[in-house]
């Protein structure tokens, strides 16, 4: 099975000591594709410094709406001119979230609606956080999300609801270890099944969100454990796992607009 990691942070310091291994290991557990994911100007930068120096890396650039605080127009020229190389396939992780409120609520939706606007000119696909929003965040994309974009929303804990609203504006759903976790994942494994399969991204939002079965041996999650995301949405969706594989593998490069020559 071919499997692509649609969303880490390689950026983070847990990885330092033993990158080269984290992405051997990666390789022998079939994936070939990661994506790593800036929230900030500095692991934006560092996002694109690794996608650059591996093949099997691409890159996203964003403001994540903790750090949006720190938002500036500086920030945003800076991002622009990092997009400009070719291993950049996405704009993220951006979005909202009033659970933690590391950043106003206003400046969370200025740099939310400023990079949707951005990204849209750029043409990029744009990688969603939303949390506790009340419905917010699907105002704004109405208002600001053109019809025909690409996009997924990573980590998604919603509800049928919530999912199927994202369904119908077009974007994908990304699905993390999450299901795997006995009770904080049985919501999420009720509305599984009822995701389009066209529309499903596997992740592991690594360093965090170890699955269940590596949550007593490892402290920290990583590319290779995607395939325990894999196996649980096959399980729950009843479906073989090798088919299941290749159509996410398919979703997550056309999201991303990664040719087929690209895709191994």
């Known amino acids: 099975m071919q499997l692509f990691d649609s969303h880490c942070h390689l950026d983070d310091r847990s990885y330092q000591t033993d990158f080269h291994q984290v992405l051997n290991r990666a390789r022998d557990a079939g994936v070939i594709k990661i994506m ?3 929230v900030n100007i500095r692991s934006s930068r560092i996002a694109v410094a690794l996608a650059e120096a591996h ?3 691409y890159a996203a650039v964003g403001i994540h709406p903790h750090d949006a605080k720190n938002g500036s127009d500086n920030h945003l020229d800076e991002l622009d001119r990092l997009t400009r190389h070719a291993k950049v396939r996405a704009w993220g992780e951006v979005g909202l979230d009033f659970n933690r409120m590391f950043s106003p609520r206003r400046d969370q939706e200025q740099w939310l609606i400023r990079q949707l606007e951005l990204s849209d000119q750029l043409g990029l696909p744009v990688i969603f956080h939303e949390r506790d929003s009340n419905g917010r965040f699907s105002e704004i994309l109405r208002a600001h999300f053109r019809p025909g974009r690409q996009g997924v929303v990573h980590c998604f804990s919603g509800t049928r609801k919530e999912m199927e609203t994202y369904v119908d504006m077009g974007l994908s759903i990304g699905i993390t270890g999450i299901v795997t976790i006995k009770g904080r994942g049985g919501p999420l494994r009720k509305i599984i099944p009822h995701i389009p399969i066209d529309r499903i991204l596997i992740e ?9 079965l590596e949550r007593n041996k490892f402290r920290r999650n990583e590319p290779a454990f995607v395939h325990r995301v894999l196996l649980k949405l096959a399980e729950v ?9 290749r159509k996410i593998y398919e979703n997550t490069c056309r999201v991303y607009r990664i040719e087929t020559m690209e895709s191994g």
Do not use: V
């Open 55 to 57: 093949p099997e890396i």
């Open 36 to 38: 790593t994911i800036g």
């Open 204 to 212: 592991t939002d690594g360093p965090y969100l170890l699955p269940t």
């Open 237 to 245: 969706r009843r479906e073989d796992p090798a088919h299941l594989a």
